[in-house]
């Protein structure tokens, strides 16, 4: 199979590096060969942070070009709109419907943009989701990345216990039931 190209665009302290551990696990328990690649605007919280995941038979190199990946999820919205030029044309982007202001926004240099949504589905397969507040519901607030991670699940190529699998080891053991509870809220809700 030809690589599958997976970015992760969020804000630092969204868990972008966990759900890039996860996927990588995920496909090397497929059997793929993988290569993750962590590129950091401002590490702290509040500053970009994208990640990249490729994975295929023989993948040479981490990075994604503009205009090739098949899934790009986005925990925030304007994060979304920062990098949606990278997705392919049938390609899907599964956004956190959450707003969090960058710095020039939150110091008053720029306005955060209005209808991003919108703005993304004239060009895209858009499937948004509030991740924030459905984590909320399940009662930890934090395990948001696994909702929209179990939407992004129904564009890729591994069974649901495969990602099971992957969850359990990968997070932190007294956290593995919440988790896998936010991933089912993601995979049984799919909307564009």
Request: charged share 25%; net charge negative; glycine share 10%.
């Amino acid at each position: 199979m030809a690589a599958k190209n997976i970015m992760i665009v969020g804000v630092g302290g969204q868990g972008t590096l966990l759900t890039s551990r996860i996927l990588g696990g995920l496909a090397i328990a497929g059997g793929y060969d993988v290569k993750l690649s962590e590129v950091h605007g401002m590490a702290q919280r509040g500053g970009s942070v994208v990640t990249f995941v490729r994975y295929g038979e023989n993948v040479a190199e981490p990075i994604v070009e503009e205009g090739q990946a098949d899934v790009l999820i986005a925990f925030e919205r304007l994060e979304a709109l920062r990098y949606a030029h990278f997705l392919k044309e049938d390609g899907a982007l599964i956004v956190n419907d959450w707003r969090i202001d960058p710095m020039p926004v939150v110091i008053g240099a720029t306005e955060y943009p209005e209808n991003i949504i919108e703005t993304l589905k004239k060009d895209h397969k858009v499937y948004t989701v509030n991740a924030t507040e459905e984590s909320k519901k399940l009662g930890n607030p934090r395990v948001f990345n696994l909702i929209v991670l179990g939407i992004a699940a129904q564009h890729m190529d591994f069974t649901k216990e495969q990602w099971y699998d992957v969850i359990e080891n990968t997070v932190p053991p007294k956290t593995i039931e919440i988790n896998k509870q936010a991933f089912d809220v993601g995979y049984h809700l799919v909307s564009e």
